[in-house]
């Protein structure tokens, strides 16, 4: 398989607590992000952290990345019921391909 | 701008059967990927062009798989012939660079 880790493969929380999903890969890379796919849909882009940065924030979104244990951890704090999605990592190898996690679902209850 | 348009968004077909996917990038996009998505394998890179010329094929599968981008705006993969285990979401996405992609919403592929 092209992809790494990620787990949990699920997670089910409450409202208002936070998320935390962890993603391990392989090879050498150029940035990681982090992307949201809906049932149906399409992937949509959250975040990106280059290979020199070690942690970064967008809104309730809060990543991090050690390169030298190959992780990252993608937190969302204060969830609500609309974060119901899969979340990928992708990491971008030194030949520029984007390959992707084998996905976390989590599912956020009213 | 409408983002990234994939067609059909389901083709039901028969074994044996050719069938061809359909993307239009984003304007302005320069890299366009192929991605298949199944529940067993994830989201696998069967493809990529930079500025339409296929740089990375390692992840088409078989011969039976072939893709084309023929100018900046279109691109199709195709499957001549299909068989049942083709059977997946099939995912086109564009990029300026090495900046984030965007995805279309797929076309969903059922071999019979």
């Known amino acids: 398989s092209q992809q790494g880790e990620e787990d949990p493969q699920a997670l089910s929380i409450q409202e208002g607590e936070n998320a935390t999903m962890n993603c391990s890969y392989k090879?050498?890379?150029?940035?990681l992000q982090w992307y949201r796919q809906n049932s149906g849909r399409g992937l949509v882009h959250l975040i990106l952290?280059?290979?020199?940065?070690r942690e970064k924030h967008s809104g309730r979104l809060r990543v991090t990345l050690d390169t030298s244990k190959k992780s990252s951890s993608l937190l969302i704090t204060a969830s609500r019921a609309a974060d119901t999605a899969s979340y990928f990592c992708?990491?971008?190898?030194?030949?520029?391909?984007?390959?992707f996690g084998s996905g976390t679902r989590l599912l956020v209850r009213p | 701008d409408a983002g990234v348009i994939q067609s059909p968004r389901h083709e039901v077909t028969e074994m044996g059967q050719e069938v061809t996917l359909r993307c239009k990038p984003i304007?302005?996009?320069?890299?366009l990927f192929w991605y298949r998505q199944t529940m067993m394998r994830g989201l696998e890179l069967l493809i990529y062009?930079?500025?339409?010329?296929?740089?990375?094929d390692s992840g088409m599968p078989e011969d039976r798989f072939s893709a084309k981008m023929p100018n900046a705006s279109f691109s199709t993969l195709k499957i001549q012939p299909s068989e049942p285990r083709d059977s997946a979401v099939y995912f086109c996405?564009?990029?300026?660079?090495?900046?984030?992609?965007?995805f279309g919403n797929g076309t969903r592929l059922t071999v019979t």
């Open positions: 992708a990491w971008m190898d030194s030949s520029y391909k984007l390959i």
């Open positions: 090879t050498s890379i150029n940035n």
């Open positions: 952290i280059r290979s020199n940065e």
């Open positions: 304007s302005g996009h320069n890299s």
């Open positions: 062009f930079n500025n339409n010329v296929p740089i990375d």
């Open positions: 996405a564009s990029s300026f660079g090495n900046s984030p992609l965007h």
